[in-house]
């Protein structure tokens, strides 16, 4: 049996795959200190609701690479302490991020969470690390959509030039 053969679980991660898992993990961190500052920010109960399931989708995902990394003897990178508490009123205004910056934030978040999820599943040779980082897109996809119908649902999505009619096709 050769070193890349048998459980996935039981062969050693190339240097891509260390780097994928570490960059994620260090990310991800990152992102949930940002979500939390987004959830005191937020006025709007439904964004608030949205920022709560990416809240709990990036600790999924710190758990799951972390314990990763532990598992093949690679210290994780250290994560951000939580914010402290804050009431919505007690930010200054000018200080405030808006609700529809906060989602268009959420918005970016998720569409370059599919890349890095899509970056990551492509250089995996272990298919159960390519399997996580595969799940963890289809887990953002759904966060995305989830970001999409709520700002177009409360008239925060500003699209881009549209066309409204159809014209008539040129023959070459």
């Known amino acids: ?9 039981d062969e050693p991660l190339h240097y891509g795959e ?36 990416f809240i ?3 600790h999924r995902e710190i758990k799951e690479c972390d314990k990763l990394l532990k598992t093949n003897g690679i210290t994780p990178p250290p994560g951000l302490p939580d914010r402290p508490s804050v009431k919505l009123e007690d930010i200054p205004a000018g ?6 910056e906060i989602a268009a934030a959420l918005s970016a978040a998720a569409s370059l969470g599919l890349v890095v999820c899509s970056q990551a599943m492509g250089t995996s040779i272990r298919e159960d690390l390519g399997a996580m980082f595969m799940k963890f897109h289809a887990q953002m996809a759904a966060l995305g959509l989830q970001v999409l119908k709520m700002n177009k649902k409360k008239g925060w999505l500003v699209p881009p ?12």
Do not use: C
């Open 95 to 100: 200080a405030r991020f808006s609700d529809p």
């Open 56 to 58: 709990d989708q990036v």
């Open 161 to 172: 030039p549209l066309q409204l009619k159809t014209r008539e096709p040129v023959l070459v």
């Open 18 to 53: 260390i780097f994928n898992l570490w960059q994620f993990s260090a990310s991800t961190k990152m992102s949930l200190s940002t979500f939390q500052a987004f959830h005191y920010h937020a006025g709007d109960q439904d964004l608030k609701e949205v920022i709560d399931n």
């Open 1 to 9: 049996m050769g070193v890349l053969s048998g459980n996935s679980k």
